[in-house]
């Protein structure tokens, strides 16, 4: 898949109250995590993308991630009902930014569904039915989309792709914990060793996988599997329990 637009939005001086249940979150930065953007945003405009930043919105304590409020496919988007209800809001500004580029349709309750969740293929997507995600909200997204989308069903996770994400060539990197799970029997995997989950939420732009900085077993593996890597430091959202996808939404 060939991305052309990233659409992001800076961290904002609210954002050390964002959800979390990590042990550092009472140490976040802002300054740190505004930085780190700063360099996200770098790298993907490195890789050929057109970044476009929204303002930061001090409403929203975890709006830097994008990523959650909207799925995108082809030429349509489905705008999220996001599953955290502090959250509900933060698609307004979204919306807006994809009516220029795509058909839009809002998901309605009862459905939740949130983009962290939902594994984009050429094909067809893979969506976990997590904390955040349910059933009615996975039916109305492939409905939308027209398009299959399998489903994983775990409420112990917050987001599938903390776990698993795609990165080309028929290969996915996962977790040891679901590494098993039928709907990735057809895949190559890469799995990450067990003291390196976070490592597994990767980031594949135009051929290049971004992974964050620190993780030098998942590093090797990738780069073994023939794999150019990018490795961004990525302590500060890790504390909000996000991670490099969840700062763009890719067009």
Not at 69 to 90: N, P, W
Request: proline residues 5%.
């Amino acid at each position: 898949m060939t991305f052309k637009r990233a659409l992001v939005r800076e961290p904002s001086n609210s954002f050390p109250s964002c959800i979390s249940s990590h042990p550092l979150h009472h140490s976040v930065s802002v300054k740190q995590a505004k930085l780190q953007h700063q360099k996200y945003c770098e790298v993907l405009t490195e890789l050929g993308l057109e970044v476009f930043k929204l303002p930061p919105d001090d409403r929203f304590p975890d709006s830097c991630f994008v990523e959650d409020t909207a799925i995108i496919h082809k030429d349509r988007v489905l705008i999220s009902r996001l599953g955290a209800r502090s959250r509900r809001g933060e698609e307004h500004e979204i919306r807006e930014y994809l009516d220029k580029y795509l058909k839009v349709k809002e998901a309605a309750a009862p459905a939740t569904i949130e983009g962290g969740d939902v594994i984009h293929l050429p094909q067809y997507l893979i969506s976990g039915i997590s904390q955040r995600t349910n059933k009615e909200g996975v039916m109305q997204l492939a409905d939308w989309l027209q398009l299959e989308v399998k489903p994983i069903l775990d409420k112990s996770i917050i987001h599938l792709k903390s776990h698993v994400t795609f990165l080309e060539r028929n290969t996915v990197i996962v977790n040891d914990s679901i590494s098993n799970h039928p709907v990735f029997r057809s895949f190559a995997k890469i799995v990450v060793p067990t003291d390196e989950e976070y490592a597994a939420n990767t980031l594949t732009i135009n051929g290049v996988v971004l992974i964050p900085d620190g993780y030098p077993k998942t590093a090797q593996k990738l780069m073994n599997a023939g794999f150019e890597i990018i490795q961004l430091e990525m302590s500060e959202f890790q504390k909000c329990e996000g991670a490099l996808t969840c700062l763009s939404l890719l067009l």
